[in-house]
């Protein structure tokens, strides 16, 4: 099982960047998906999940209405848009499926293969 996370660098207060995350080597349509964060000293914690079929998401409140999570089964690939990127934005985010039984999965230790981590830097 292998997710790569792809999409983080540096951006302006205010930018945007979009983040990728391929999974090769599962059956993606299967597995719920979710972005997590980690800032320097600071624990890592959830930010968006999505549904297996894409119907459901569900939001930090630290990024609601500013970052969409998405999902293309064709092609195995999971989605973060973010938008209005503030400072303290900045983490390294790991992208991460899920075989729980519930639609979205915000509890990290529900979350069975993770990617390696692309860092985003938010300056202001």
């Known amino acids: 099982v292998q997710l790569q996370a792809s999409g983080g660098g540096s951006e302006q207060a205010g930018g945007s960047l979009r983040l990728s995350c391929a999974a090769s080597?599962?059956?993606?349509?299967?597995?719920?998906m979710g972005w997590f964060r980690q800032a320097p000293g600071k624990e890592r914690e959830f930010v968006a999940a999505i549904s297996r079929r894409g119907d459901t998401t569900y939001y930090a409140d630290s990024v609601k209405g500013r970052f969409t999570i998405s999902r293309d089964n064709a092609k195995n690939t999971v989605f973060l848009q973010m938008n209005s990127l503030k400072p303290e934005d900045t983490a390294v985010y790991y992208c991460?499926?899920?075989?729980?039984?519930?639609?979205?999965?915000?509890?990290?230790?529900?979350?069975?293969?993770w990617g390696q981590g692309t860092l985003v830097t938010v300056s202001s």
């Open positions: 080597e599962f059956t993606f349509s299967i597995y719920s």
């Open positions: 991460a499926a899920s075989l729980a039984s519930t639609k979205v999965v915000q509890n990290e230790n529900e979350y069975y293969y």
